[in-house]
């Protein structure tokens, strides 16, 4: 903690509150930001400062010398905040259903270190001045030359851009922030990683909250509609007709589903409960598979004798196996008979 933060402020309490105040804003506070219940990047600092201000308070010796040193110390205004930033984070379906622990790419500016963040560098002798290569003329329009800007014509410079930022005083630089992601999270949701948001040049000053926008990535098996999970599954006709075991997927690993004589079923399933997830795992959607009839390509000469036999004996009695096809054909005949 900086030696002049005030404890109690820390606490969001006044100077002078009483000892059971501070322990119920304590408690308070630290069920907030400990890091084993808040996920966000801050929790550990945050967590880490109220413990040292409530430590500060409950000792007498320490806080006195606080005190002394406080009032001592110049004034200075609150920095104001940061602003907010808001970035996407892409997830897939089992990351967001089974929640993740995520590195989110940050750019954030710091100071030059090669510059000390002036931009500029002093040398102990001389360099050639970089833009007329040490002529101190250079050639403007026209074939006329010119005095040189970078150097006034002197050709030679003690003091040139620092060539680490480019005379900006500033270098990007990429930070790595873990994020831990919440199972059950959806799409649209918005987690907050409370003043994460630094971003310069004037990054040195309060930094923002950064949110993160959740956007779950499309599924190669599955379609999410509110919590449930839409599945469309292949499967040959003749196994729709007879019925039996599948392989179907679900978010973890795939499962068998047995498949109901087709007649009997239809083409939709419905398993309750294997669908997308609530917050924090519970159980929320279902997944629900529509099984699409797939038609062989190629049927071969051995088949071919099978699938003759078969057609025999469904159509030895059309109006129980195939009402549809019995239908066509009486309405075929009505229209030859005048
Ligand atoms: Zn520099
Ligand atoms: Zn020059």
Redesign the pocket.
């Known amino acids: 903690m900086h030696p002049f933060d005030d404890p109690f402020s820390l606490l969001g309490l006044n100077r002078g509150a009483s000892l059971e105040e501070v322990k119920r804003a304590y408690r308070r506070l630290a069920m907030k930001w400990h890091p084993d219940r808040n996920a966000t990047a801050a929790a550990e600092s945050e967590f880490k400062r109220i413990k040292a201000a409530y430590e500060l308070i409950l000792d007498p010796q320490r806080y006195a010398e606080w005190s002394k040193e406080a009032s001592a110390a110049p004034e200075t205004p609150p920095a104001p905040p940061g602003e907010d930033l808001t970035q996407t984070l892409v997830l897939t379906l089992e990351e967001a259903a089974l929640g993740c622990i995520k590195g989110i790419e940050l750019a954030r500016s710091t100071r030059c270190a090669a510059c000390h963040g002036t931009g500029r560098v002093q040398h102990i002798h001389s360099v050639p001045?970089p833009?007329?290569n040490a002529v101190?003329r250079v050639r403007s329009e026209g074939g006329r030359s010119r005095l040189?800007e970078?150097?006034g014509g002197r050709?030679y410079l003690r003091e040139t851009d620092c060539a680490e930022c480019g005379g900006s005083g500033w270098r990007k630089k990429q930070r790595t922030l873990s994020v831990k992601v919440p199972s059950g999270i959806s799409h649209g949701e918005r987690l907050r990683l409370a003043r994460q948001a630094r971003h310069g040049p004037g990054g040195d000053g309060a930094a923002g909250d950064l949110y993160l926008e959740i956007r779950l990535a499309e599924h190669a098996f599955f379609e999410l509609r509110e919590r449930d999970l839409h599945c469309t599954v292949p499967v040959s006709i003749f196994r729709l007709l007879i019925g039996g075991k599948i392989s179907v997927p679900t978010l973890h690993e795939s499962v068998p589903l047995e498949v109901l004589p087709f007649p009997g079923h239809g083409l939709d399933y419905r398993l309750p409960g294997l669908g997308f997830p609530k917050r924090h795992g519970k159980v929320g959607g279902d997944l629900v598979l529509h099984l699409q009839p797939v038609y062989p390509l190629h049927v071969g000469a051995g088949e071919r004798g099978l699938l003759e036999r078969l057609d025999a004996a469904l159509s030895d009695d059309p109006d129980r196996c195939a009402p549809e096809l019995a239908a066509w054909a009486e309405r075929l005949r009505q229209r030859q008979s005048p």
């Open positions: 001045c833009l007329c101190g040189c970078g150097c050709g």
